[in-house]
Nanobody, 115 residues
Framework: QVQVVESGGGLVQTGGSLRLSCTAS????????MAWYRQAPRTQRELVAF???????NYKDSVKGRFTISRDNTKTTVYLQMASLKPEDTAVYYC?????????WGQGTQVTVSS
């Protein structure tokens, strides 16, 4: 069982920045694929970015150039640095760990971007 805990959400103005953090348990953290998803009200959860065990990253088109995902295996933590935030980035952001064919989810952290 992998425990996933997000932090770092909050309220920010348009154009501002936030950094989300996600800590996952387990001694095999370096082998996890880690991802950030988000879900706005009345919409489906969508993939924002992921990073593989080898450091390969991928982003949703609308966040490319603004968001950066990174990981620190020594801290078993993955980050999502968000810049140039827009109101449409407002959502609950969820961290996900993929390990041994199982997805583990955090409880989510709210990000609100005011216009």
């Amino acid at each position: 069982q992998v425990q996933v805990v997000e932090s770092g959400g909050g309220l920010v103005q348009t154009g501002g920045s936030l950094r989300l953090s996600c800590t996952a348990s387990g001694t095999d953290f370096s082998t996890y694929t880690m991802a950030w998803y988000r879900q706005a009200p009345r919409t489906q959860r969508e993939l924002v970015a992921f990073i593989t065990r080898d450091g390969v990253t991928n982003y949703k088109d609308s966040v490319k150039g603004r968001f950066t995902i990174s990981r620190d295996n020594t801290k078993t933590t993955v980050y999502l640095q968000m810049a140039s935030l827009k109101p449409e980035d407002t959502a609950v952001y969820y961290c996900n760990a993929y390990y041994r064919r199982t997805y583990y989810w955090g409880q989510g952290t709210q990000v609100t971007v005011s216009s």
